[in-house]
């Protein structure tokens, strides 16, 4: 008899994303003259086209293949050197990570699961409330909590509450964790975190003997040097902090997929006897042999994003949606609601009105405005009463969304 992993059965709920599908689908199959209009601003999805470095690269890449004196097969399961280099030379100027520190994948969203396959079973997890739902279900998944609520909260989970009252940076748990997720900027609060803050965390890591995973997805999108991109810019954050960070939302690789993962080689955890493991060589051996490598042309691609007709294009890719940001922000600033994120991120985290819950929200907007939103709630319930607006959309959608927000709540 093959027995299953009956972690998974305590998924009770579909995963986030799936549901809004779903509800998404029933009200396009219900209505199909009014979702003709329908706008999304769900799913973190990018729209705009992909760079033109990017793309002449990666054509530039596919000739190569064409040839037999160029052609590439399997190429090196942690990523090819020259990209590697580029995002220690680029991402990390003037930050001690080294080339040998970076392992490129297909997706944040795979690292940030996977990584838990080098840690041991019975470990104590912290997470954020609201969170980025992988976190949470990976750990589900992998045997470390005990059953959901209502509420999807996981027995077995320390959770850190973020609210509009601390900022949304959460306090320091008040008991030991062995392993810390964070993302900033925050995913879906849109919020960042503080140099002086972020040093409380690296000083509890070191502390406790504990591990922060640091989600820096959305970097790219930090204006002004006052708030750190990377957790490496801490001090002491290399002998405590794994970072990962993607090339979908910066250079439009939603798509294309491509990432990286950076561990620091004097990082390390500890047997059940004691011994001190390096997680790099963890990884390393994990990485190996459980992933064949991004491709040579999507590797080429994301090399010419760091290439100077690369940045500028990157730039100005932020910019757009930065501007969408911020008139959605304005938007529902003008009708009242209260608004957090989207200074320094794509995100734009929104209050409900008086008497509306998130999934209320989420139907509110779909059925009489045509807009796809994110319920706070699918987020943990500490983002119950809220709800999230990606600006990821062409600015013509976004102009058209402010207006369907003041006619629906004006």
């Given amino acids: 008899m093959a027995l299953v992993n009956e972690n998974f059965l305590k998924l009770k709920a579909g995963y986030l994303f799936p549901e809004i599908g779903r509800r998404v689908k029933a009200f396009v199959d219900a209505e199909p003259v009014k979702a003709k209009s329908l706008i999304r601003c769900g799913i973190g999805d990018v729209t705009e086209p992909l760079p033109d470095a990017a793309r002449e690269a990666m054509k530039l890449a596919v000739d190569e293949l064409g040839a037999r004196e ?20 680029n991402a990390y100027a003037g930050i001690e990570v080294s080339a040998d520190e970076v392992f490129v994948s ?12 080098i840690f041991g079973k019975g ?20 045997g470390n909590t005990g059953e959901g609520d209502e509420s999807g909260r996981f027995e077995g989970l320390v959770y850190l509450p973020c609210t509009a009252e601390n900022n949304f940076v ?28 972020l040093e409380k965390w690296v000083a509890y890591a070191k502390e406790n003997d504990s591990i922060i995973l640091y989600d820096s997805a959305y970097e790219a999108y930090v204006q002004g040097s006052d708030v750190p991109k990377s957790i490496f810019e801490i001090e002491g954050a290399r002998d405590c902090a ?29 047997t059940t006897s004691g011994e001190r493991v390096s997680l790099h060589g963890l990884w390393a051996r994990r990485h190996a042999t459980k992933f064949n490598g991004c491709s040579y ?20 890719l932020v910019k757009h949606y930065m501007g969408n940001a911020a008139l959605l922000s304005e938007a529902c600033q003008k009708l009242g609601l209260s608004v957090y ?8 985290w929104v209050k409900c009105p008086d008497g509306v819950d998130s999934w209320g929200m989420f139907d509110k907007m779909l059925n009489e405005a045509q807009v796809v939103v994110t319920p706070g709630a699918g987020f943990g ?10 600006a990821f959309n062409t600015r013509e959608n976004v102009e058209v969304v402010c207006e369907r927000l003041v006619s629906l709540l004006g």
Avoid at 244 to 267: D, H, M, Q, W
């Fill in 70 to 89: 160029t052609f590439r097969g399997y190429g090196p399961e942690q990523g090819y050197e020259f990209l590697r280099k580029a995002i220690a030379d």
């Fill in 123 to 142: 470990i104590r997890v912290a997470i954020t409330d609201p969170v980025y739902p992988v976190y949470v279900d990976t750990n589900v998944m992998a």
């Fill in 381 to 390: 319930a500490a983002g119950e009463g809220y709800f999230r607006i990606s």
């Fill in 170 to 197: 959460p306090a320091l748990p008040e008991e030991k964790v062995d392993l810390i997720y964070l993302c900033y900027p925050n995913n879906p609060t849109g919020t960042v975190a503080t140099r002086e803050e």
């Fill in 297 to 316: 042309p999507v590797q080429r691609g994301a090399e010419a994003l760091y290439s100077v007709e690369g940045k500028m294009q990157v730039a100005r």
């Fill in 106 to 117: 297909d997706g944040s969203k795979c690292d940030t699961g996977n990584i838990l396959d």
């Fill in 341 to 348: 994120g989207g200074e320094h991120s794509p995100y734009v």
């Fill in 242 to 270: 794994i970072e990962f960070r993607s090339f979908s939302k910066n250079g439009g690789f939603t798509g294309v997929r491509c990432a990286y993962i950076v561990i620091p080689k004097e990082l390390t955890g500890s």
